[in-house]
């Protein structure tokens, strides 16, 4: 057995700040780190759900995953969500969601 060697003080590389990013940062773009959404329910939806509102934490990402989550949760709106529209922060839209987003779930309606 030869001598061991003898490293000198550990350096660290130096972070370039716009390179890097957080633990949490990176999670969350692996989508394991939930987010928390406001869901309003709507006419049809609000009956069949029991409630007119409700904080949700799911780790999708998109108003997509949102239906998904709802209709696993509550699987008798099933029918009604496919065909509902989807409000965030007030405006019709479909896409990405982020942290503290206002979602409302608006089913068709019909008048006379």
Same mark, same amino acid.
Do not use: C, W
């Given at each position: 057995?030869?001598?061991?060697?003898?490293?000198?003080?550990?350096?660290?590389?130096?972070?370039? *700040?716009?390179?890097?990013?957080?633990?949490?940062?990176?999670?969350?773009?692996l989508n394991f780190?939930?987010?928390?959404?406001?869901?309003?329910?709507?006419?049809?939806?609000?009956?069949?759900?029991?409630?007119?509102?409700?904080?949700?934490?799911?780790?999708?990402?998109?108003?997509?995953?949102?239906?998904?989550?709802? *209709?696993?949760?509550?699987?008798?709106?099933?029918?009604?969500?496919?065909?509902?529209?989807?409000?965030?922060?007030?405006?019709?839209?479909?896409?990405?969601?982020?942290?503290?987003?206002?979602?409302?779930i608006i089913p068709?309606?019909?008048?006379?």
């Amino acid at each position: 057995m030869g001598t061991p060697e003898v490293l000198g003080p550990y350096n660290p590389p130096k972070r370039d *700040e716009g390179k890097t990013q957080t633990a949490g940062r990176f999670l969350k773009k692996l989508n394991f780190i939930p987010m928390q959404v406001e869901v309003l329910y709507f006419a049809l939806v609000r009956d069949l759900v029991g409630k007119d509102r409700e904080l949700i934490k799911f780790t999708g990402k998109t108003t997509s995953d949102l239906r998904k989550l709802l *209709e696993h949760k509550y699987p008798q709106i099933g029918k009604v969500l496919k065909v509902s529209r989807i409000a965030v922060n007030g405006e019709y839209y479909e896409g990405e969601l982020k942290e503290g987003d206002t979602v409302a779930i608006i089913p068709p309606v019909s008048g006379g």
